[in-house]
Structures are given as structure tokens and as C-alpha cells.
């Protein structure tokens, strides 16, 4: 099984770094690159808690780690490309709903909820700039 595999995947998707990722987990962000290198095996706790940090369901980092040397053929393979692609469509899906959900502050009595933006072809004049013009004119 390839947990490192599926771990930084998994991570990626989530858009998660290392070192966020480690200290959610209350430990050092090299243990992390350890992990996703497959140069240490992580225990079934430690993959439930990386599982929900993450949110995704355990059985899907399982899905993904498969391998197909292991099943003698390409089942493993295929079993992980399809762990993948369900990874994308869960984020996918949380991104949207993220996307769309109403902000959670509410607007001030009498204020606008509308943000201001800048233009940025045009810079703001200083004070300094509106001085030389009243001194022009």
C-alpha cells in the first residue's frame, strides 16, 4: 500500500501545506514528508486523524494507497486511479460550497454589504498631487 501516495494527493486536493497539515496533527512537518515519501508507515490512528483533518473518509486514502504489484494485476491500479478521481469530485464539491455559501457576518444597519474596489488603472492621488493642482489652477 502506498499511503504516502495517497496522503500527499489527498493533502494537495485539500489544499493544505506540510507544515498546516502537521501542526493540525500536533507533530513536525518533516514526519509529514516522511510519510508522503512512503519512507515511514503511518498507524491506522494517525491515518483516521490525518483523514479528518483532511475531510475525506478514511476508506478513500485506503482506496487510493492500492497498488496493483500487490493484486498481481491492474486492479490495484485501477482502484487507485478511481480513489483519485472521487478525491477531485469531493473537492470539487466542497470548493463550490464554499463558492457559494452567504457570508457568515452581518452587514452593519444603514451600511452597504457591497465592497469597494480599486481600479487599477487609475492611482490614487496623494496629497501631495492635489496640492500642485489647486497651485496650478
Known sequence: MNYGKAIRITRALADVSQRELAES???DPSYISLLEMNKREPSRELLERIATELKVPMHLLVLMAAEGEESGNSEGARLAAIGEALAK???????????????????????STKTRTKTPDKPRATQRDRKRRKAVL
Open 89 to 111: 469530485l469531493l473537492f470539487a464539491e466542497n470548493a463550490n460550497e464554499r463558492k457559494f455559501s452567504t457570508p457568515s457576518r452581518a452587514a452593519k444597519p444603514g451600511k
Open 25 to 27: 496533527l500536533d507533530t
